[in-house]
């Protein structure tokens, strides 16, 4: 059986898009185009077909037979098209970067800087994930690891980012001015601080500054320091944390700093894999983070 020649795409188009609203207006706000050149292509279609795909009339469009059955063909091809053309779009999309650190850094330092790094890496898809446990960059799914230890790890492309402190913050509420006025505070204590040694605790901090008189052995005990940080902010003690994840509380003048006395701890490094440190997703990443955390 001779074959006849298909109508021109952009008449399908336009059938497709009105069978699909059952309106000549909401058809070519969808395509983009006129309500007249709706017709216009409808017409053509009409004319290519001889027959009528629409019947009109002034409260709604409804399909005639032959524009039920054309209706069945097209949903099909153009969702077929669609799917084309969405796999050939996706393909040439860079990877997704996936991104493992702590929770900590994650809540207190990336969140809030994630609108500003999507302005500046707009092409950048980040994915996000949190563990205390060191997860294998060179087996695993997750391409960069944010890690806080005390050196390199010379196995992976490591990049040095900050170097930590940790400080003694309160709420401005508290009026601390003097060290003495510790002995009359709450003090607050975060546990299984792994890194840095020797630990950033209270003995460590009385050996150094003092007062010899204060209470180490008193106070509230947390298992997370973002919890001793809100509860700082609540003005309900003191606590000892670290500098980079405190930042944005004390700039906001949240969180006061009263003594310049800091006690050492970790660093801050990017880790990936050799193979994968020349990625441009990986390079633009790195950038933006080293950039930020001046």
């Keep these: 059986m001779k074959h006849k020649r298909l109508p021109p795409l952009g008449s399908l188009e336009a059938f497709d ?6 309106s000549f207006k909401r058809a070519a706000e969808d395509i983009g185009v006129t309500p007249t050149a709706i017709s216009h292509q409808i017409r053509i279609l009409e004319e290519s077909l001889g027959t009528a795909v ?27 098209l669609q799917d084309a053309v969405d796999d050939i779009y996706h393909a040439q999309l860079p990877p997704a970067l996936t991104l493992t650190t702590t929770s900590n850094f994650l809540t207190h330092w990336l969140v809030p800087r994630l609108a500003a790094m999507k302005a500046s890496i707009p092409e950048l898809d980040l994915r996000l994930h949190t563990s205390v446990e060191l997860v294998d960059l060179e087996q695993g799914s997750v391409d960069v690891a944010i890690r806080y230890s005390m050196s ?102 949240i969180l006061a700093v009263p003594f310049k006395h800091a006690l050492p701890g970790g660093k801050y490094y990017l880790v990936t894999s050799k193979d994968k440190a020349q990625r441009p997703d990986v390079q633009a990443f790195k950038a933006w983070i080293i950039e930020n955390l001046k």
């Design 17 to 22: 898009a009105v069978a699909k609203f059952k």
């Design 54 to 80: 629409f019947v009109r009339s002034a409260r709604e469009v409804t399909l005639t037979t032959a524009g039920q059955r054309l209706q069945q063909s097209t949903q099909r091809a153009f969702a077929d």
């Design 152 to 253: 390199a790890d010379c196995r992976l492309q490591s990049t040095l980012l900050y170097e930590d402190a940790f400080i003694l913050v309160a709420s401005p509420a508290l009026g601390l001015k003097r060290l003495e006025q510790l002995s009359a505070i709450t003090l607050f204590h975060v546990e299984n601080r792994h890194i840095p040694q020797p630990s950033p605790d209270w003995a460590h901090w009385r050996k150094l500054y003092g007062p010899l008189s204060l209470n180490i052995d008193a106070g509230l005990r947390f298992s997370d320091e973002t919890h001793a940080i809100q509860a700082a902010i609540a003005g309900q003690g003191v606590a000892i944390v670290s500098s980079l994840l405190a930042r944005d509380f004390i700039h906001k003048g």
